[in-house]
């Protein structure tokens, strides 16, 4: 590493208190009990084992890393492009360490990952750099995706299957909230205590929270 990069963190994001992060652990996990025990999920339950008849135990099926984050600007400690320019702005270096509240809106749960889709307030917009949203989304999937607000990849992974990485939930939400729009794919949808749920083909649930779930987190940047 250059010495210039190695100021530049793994990330920046806003990281959900310990003790909220404790508190969404356990109500994200009820969402999974519920989903594991639908007879519409163990329909398409071979989209996740790849075998019509075999079980899956979600709750054992996605591993979680802490601390709990929404991502704001990947950095690879200054291998990302934009990395340094992002650090410098001031809105950014004003931002850090500062407390923030974050919307999750909705949960969404694919044969990859396990993800919590977060509303960003315009405040929290200008800490997203533009064009993240579309940075590793395939050619083909882009006229679909661009046609998003800003800010639709926002999300805090709470789990990846194994062999996955967590910058799979943000190209999964994009994907899930695309076809949403679109709405060319019938969706089996059902009615919970937390919201509506929806399916959207392939292993991709969405439930859609009747009341968003509002996380007390801190700006910040993050090196291991
Ligand atoms: P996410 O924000 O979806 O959780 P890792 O543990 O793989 O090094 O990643 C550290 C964090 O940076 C994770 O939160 C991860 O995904 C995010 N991340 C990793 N790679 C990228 C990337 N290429 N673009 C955007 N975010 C990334």
Do not use: N
Request: some cysteine; overall charge negative.
């Amino acid at each position: 590493l250059q010495p210039k990069e190695a100021e530049l963190p793994l990330f920046f994001g806003w990281f959900l208190l310990s003790e909220v992060e404790e508190k969404i652990k356990c109500s994200t996990m009820e969402f999974l009990k519920t989903l594991d025990t639908m007879e519409a999920f163990k329909k398409h339950l071979s989209e996740f084992t790849g075998e019509a008849e075999k079980e899956v135990d979600l709750e054992q099926y996605f591993q979680t890393k802490t601390p709990l984050h929404c991502t704001s600007k990947f950095c690879d400690y200054g291998k990302a492009e934009g990395s340094k320019e992002y650090a410098e702005q001031q809105v950014v270096k004003d931002a850090c360490d500062g407390a923030s509240e974050l919307a999750v809106v909705g949960l969404m749960v694919t044969p990859r990952t396990f993800g919590a889709r977060v509303l960003l307030t315009p405040e929290q917009l200008q800490l997203w750099p533009p064009g993240v949203d579309k940075e590793g989304v395939p050619a083909s999937a882009l006229p679909s995706i661009e046609a998003l607000p800003t800010g639709s990849r926002a999300h805090v992974t709470l789990g990846c299957a194994a062999g996955v990485e967590a910058v799979q939930t943000g190209l999964d939400l994009l994907e899930v909230l695309a076809l949403k729009q679109a709405e060319h794919q019938p969706a089996a949808e059902a009615e919970l205590d937390a919201g509506t749920l929806s399916y959207l083909g392939e292993g991709r649930w969405y439930l859609e929270l009747q009341e968003a779930i509002v996380c007390d987190a801190t700006f910040s940047s993050f090196s291991e």
